[in-house]
């Protein structure tokens, strides 16, 4: 029992820090900074977008024996290709392994180091990919890397600063919020940019194949420690999710919701720590970004291998997502997350439906359900996200008029009503069934 529960700690552990990267860094402060006094209100939307979403996906991973293709396959092999390339390649080389990098020379380098041209964050993003190859190139040995070592150290640098934020608050908290937007859906709207959710059941295959290598080989085990493993990382991103939060509160009647969110933790960490904040600073970010990448780059290259049977070998792709992250990392982290924003609400809304529709996939008989609710949903996303690139406002005004569309989820009745069309539709195995009765 003893043993169980320390492995369940450190697959938690090691979850917790794959998650906790850039994003979750960048993000929180910053909704302090907005919401004021009512961040709680913000924080409960970024809770849910991002801790609850991300349990969900586990869930429906741990029961797919982690493989994200399995989770999506009753929407159809083109849908489940589709979404589940799309979300690797965004939590991958082309959105948030780069991020990591990124935001570790912006928010932990740079501050010490200061102004030195374009030469710094190049040498930076070199050795930050040469350390991820060399931790993620065994795969066996991710897990314990992550969850023995690194998260502690994580962990103890972050309580550090949020305890002293707490005892000794930076300034005082402004009783209005600085945006008139809806606080709750803002932070819905922040934790969809974290990609969790997507990486989720990525990480899950990485989770399960380490609860496999300790020796729990009876698949309702291996279901069970998952999603405990998934409880404890998710309750240690909540209780540092609300510090930063917090913290960020402190700064609002002395900052303004232009201020850029790299910015706000160097902010911080100055204003409680002085000087050897930014070397607190420089260890959470460096920690926090290198453990995400390790995970991620272990996660997208096990996809990968896995669609193609292995005949693109998993320490091939890994030195591929590495090459191809250095350089996309050199983009920065404003332009990286300008990029991200509208891909991801094209393909956060599909994965969403099709993974509450896998928990609940045994009271589901017909596979055109799923495939109805995928279609519509991705039909409304790519939608709304063009409407409000290209500003065409009959179409933005006709979405918002649907039910949850103040909180981002404009999606879910036509999500419902795709399912339930689906429904109606025969599987062509089952009319196959009822001729073959006859022949």
């Known amino acids: 029992m003893k043993k169980q529960q320390t492995d369940i700690a450190v697959v938690g552990f090691a979850l917790f820090s794959m998650f906790f990267g850039a994003g979750n860094l960048l993000f929180p402060p910053y909704l302090g900074l907005i919401s004021g006094g009512s961040w709680l209100i913000s924080l409960g939307g970024f809770i849910l977008a991002d801790v609850g979403l991300s349990l969900l996906v586990i869930?429906?991973?741990?029961?797919?024996?982690?493989?994200?293709?399995?989770?999506?396959?009753?929407?159809?092999?083109?849908?489940?290709?589709?979404?589940g390339i799309a979300s690797v390649l965004c939590i991958g080389p082309l959105l948030a392994i780069p991020r990591t990098a990124a935001t570790t020379y912006e928010m932990g380098i740079s501050p010490i180091i200061?102004?030195?041209?374009?030469?710094?964050?190049v040498i930076v993003s070199i050795v930050f990919f040469g350390l991820t190859l060399f931790l993620t190139i065994r795969p066996s040995k991710v897990v314990d890397i992550i969850g023995k070592i690194l998260t502690p150290a994580l962990l103890i640098a972050l309580a550090v600063l949020i305890i002293i934020g707490i005892i000794s608050p930076i300034g005082g908290v402004s009783e209005k919020a600085l945006i008139e937007n809806s606080l709750f859906a803002e932070g819905i709207s922040q934790g969809y940019l974290t990609m969790d959710a997507l990486g989720a059941a990525a990480l899950a295959?990485?989770?399960?194949?380490?609860?496999?290598?300790?020796?729990?080989?009876?698949?309702?085990?291996?279901v069970k420690l998952t999603l405990k493993a998934g409880l404890v990382a998710g309750l240690a991103l909540t209780l540092v999710y609300g510090g930063l939060t917090y913290l960020g509160s402190t700064l609002s009647?002395?900052?303004?919701?232009?201020?850029?969110?790299?910015?706000?933790?160097?902010?911080?960490?100055?204003?409680?720590?002085?000087?050897?904040?930014?070397?607190?600073?420089?260890?959470?970010?460096?920690?926090?970004?290198?453990?995400t990448a390790i995970g991620l780059t272990s996660a997208s290259a096990k996809y990968f291998a896995s669609i193609s049977n292995n005949k693109i070998k998993y320490e091939t792709v890994v030195i591929v997502v590495c090459l191809f992250s250095a350089v996309v990392s050199n983009f920065g982290v404003s332009t990286i997350i300008k990029f991200s924003a509208p891909v991801l609400e094209i393909?956060?809304?599909?994965?969403?439906?099709?993974?509450?529709?896998t928990?609940?996939?045994?009271?589901?008989?017909?596979?055109?359900?799923?495939?109805?609710?995928?279609?519509?949903?991705?039909?409304?996303?790519?939608?709304?996200?063009?409407?409000?690139?290209?500003?065409?406002?009959?179409?933005?005004?006709?979405l918002n008029l649907l039910p949850f569309a103040s909180i981002g989820f404009n999606w879910i009745l036509p999500a419902i009503v795709g399912a339930i069309i689906g429904g109606f539709i025969?599987?062509?195995?089952?009319?196959?069934?009822?001729l073959s009765k006859y022949a």
């Not at 200061?114 to 964050?121: D, E, F, N, V």
């Not at 393909?347 to 529709?357: K, N, Q, S, T």
């Open 59 to 83: 869930t429906a991973a741990a029961k797919c024996e982690g493989e994200l293709d399995t989770v999506l396959c009753r929407a159809g092999n083109i849908m489940a290709k589709l979404i």
């Open 114 to 121: 200061g102004s030195t041209g374009t030469l710094a964050p």
């Open 205 to 222: 295959t990485v989770a399960i194949s380490s609860i496999s290598e300790r020796g729990y080989n009876n698949p309702k085990d291996k």
């Open 253 to 291: 009647t002395a900052y303004g919701v232009d201020t850029p969110q790299a910015s706000l933790m160097v902010v911080i960490t100055n204003s409680l720590l002085g000087y050897p904040g930014k070397l607190v600073l420089c260890i959470i970010v460096s920690l926090a970004c290198l453990t």
């Open 347 to 357: 393909v956060y809304p599909v994965l969403i439906a099709l993974v509450v529709m």
């Open 359 to 398: 928990i609940f996939g045994e009271k589901i008989k017909n596979d055109n359900a799923f495939k109805g609710a995928g279609y519509v949903t991705l039909f409304v996303s790519l939608l709304s996200v063009l409407s409000n690139l290209l500003s065409i406002n009959q179409i933005r005004d006709l």
């Open 426 to 434: 025969k599987n062509k195995s089952e009319d196959e069934k009822q």
